[in-house]
Structures are given as structure tokens and as C-alpha cells.
């Protein structure tokens, strides 16, 4: 009797059809994360300590950043908020005690005020790319 039910047309028929139902759930599922990857940015993000210098009406942020590398941004947030940069001004390159090459920035931010002499947080999101080119230079950087 029992192996009657084993090989039973309708048993086989169930099995199958739950076999489908996962495997179109997966389909669906890979579908949806590559439209995500396709339409989400995704940025390079790099955290920094800063100063500000204020007087009445403006604000200065003051910070140190390496020469080697050049200052390139998409857009930057102070205290997680976006502010719109107003103007960027590079002092000369000094040395550090370590022997780096550091260089100190001044960048006034459009419509931002905050306290004298207070330290910030300041994030610059750089090289704006799709999440699937990052995938593709990630696998491709591995490969090598």
C-alpha cells in the first residue's frame, strides 16, 4: 500500500507544483533587487572632523584634508543635513609628523549657521555611481 501512495500521479503533481511556486518566487525576487541595483545611487562617503570659525551673519569650516588626493564632491552634509557649498578656498600644503601631506580647506556652506568654535561632523559623498557598476568593479577588482 504504501507504495502505492509513493508513486501516486496526484502526490507527484503537488510536489511539482510547490517546486514552481519557490522557484518563480526567486525569479521574482532576483527580478526586483536588479531594478533596485539599476536605479539607486550609491557614493563613496568620507567622515571628517571640522571646525567652525563664525561671525554674525557667516559661518567658516575649517578642516584638514591629505594633498595627495584632490578634494572632489558630489554634495556634502554637516550634521546630516545637505548643505549647498558657497565657496571653497585651499590653504598652502604642509607636513605633518608623519611625513603626510596635508593641506587646510576652508568651504563657507550656503545658508548655514552654526556655533563658534564648534566641532562638526562633516560627511563628503564623492563618486556617484549605479549599485550594479559598483558590483561589476567589485567582481572585477577580485578577479585580478
Not at 501512495?5 to 517546486?19: E, G, P, V
Not at 526586483?32 to 561671525?55: K, M, R, V, W
Request: aromatic share 10%; glycine share 2%; charged share 30%.
Amino acid at each position: 500500500m504504501r507504495e502505492d501512495i509513493k508513486y501516486n500521479l496526484n502526490s507527484y503533481l503537488q510536489k511539482r507544483k510547490k517546486h514552481s511556486i519557490l522557484v518563480t518566487f526567486l525569479f521574482l525576487l532576483f527580478i526586483t533587487i536588479l531594478l533596485i541595483s539599476i536605479t539607486i545611487d550609491a557614493y563613496n562617503i568620507l567622515a571628517i572632523n571640522a571646525q567652525t570659525f563664525c561671525e554674525e551673519t557667516t559661518c567658516e569650516i575649517v578642516f584638514y584634508w591629505q594633498a595627495e588626493k584632490p578634494l572632489t564632491y558630489d554634495f556634502i552634509k554637516i550634521n546630516d543635513k545637505k548643505v549647498e557649498v558657497e565657496s571653497i578656498n585651499f590653504g598652502e600644503i604642509v607636513l605633518d609628523n608623519t611625513n603626510n601631506a596635508i593641506q587646510k580647506v576652508t568651504l563657507k556652506g550656503k545658508e548655514y549657521q552654526g556655533k563658534d568654535n564648534e566641532i562638526l561632523k562633516i560627511k563628503i559623498f564623492q563618486n556617484k555611481e549605479k549599485i550594479i557598476k559598483k558590483i561589476g568593479k567589485i567582481i572585477i577588482e577580485r578577479e585580478t
